[in-house]
């Protein structure tokens, strides 16, 4: 059984950065894909950002491009979401995602194998 926890979410001002982690114990993790989510007040769950781990090739929501980089460490077994240029509208409680074996559909959330609770980031205006 894999266990992912996120951590570094909390209140910022609109244009700041927060840096997302997603740490993972438990079995040897060795995941194919790790991917980010968000889901704010009312609305359902959407994709973020994908990374495959073994290739390092990205996925990005539009509405992200440009501001937040997904990124892994295999040393650490972590996948990190560095956000940049925060808005009010990013604003959601943040969830790291994983999957262990080849697959497509890296924006739904059906892909995914193992998921965190969740960590919040608020942005303020």
């Known amino acids: 059984q894999v266990q992912l926890v996120e951590s570094g979410g909390g209140l910022v001002q609109a244009g700041g950065s927060l840096r997302l982690s997603c740490a993972a114990s438990?079995?040897?993790?060795?995941?194919?894909?790790s991917g980010w989510f968000r889901q704010a007040p009312g609305k359902e769950r959407e994709f973020v950002a994908s990374i495959v781990w073994s290739s390092g090739m990205t996925l990005y929501a539009d509405s992200v491009k440009g501001r937040f980089t997904i990124s892994r460490d295999y040393a650490k077994k972590t996948v990190s979401l560095q956000m940049n240029s925060l808005k009010p509208e990013d604003t959601a409680v943040y969830f790291c995602?994983?999957?262990?074996?080849?697959?497509?559909?890296?924006?739904?959330?059906?892909?995914?194998?193992?998921w965190g609770p969740g960590t919040q980031v608020t942005v303020s205006s």
């Open positions: 438990g079995r040897t993790f060795s995941p194919w894909r």
């Open positions: 995602a994983a999957r262990l074996e080849y697959g497509s559909s890296p924006y739904q959330m059906g892909a995914y194998d193992y």
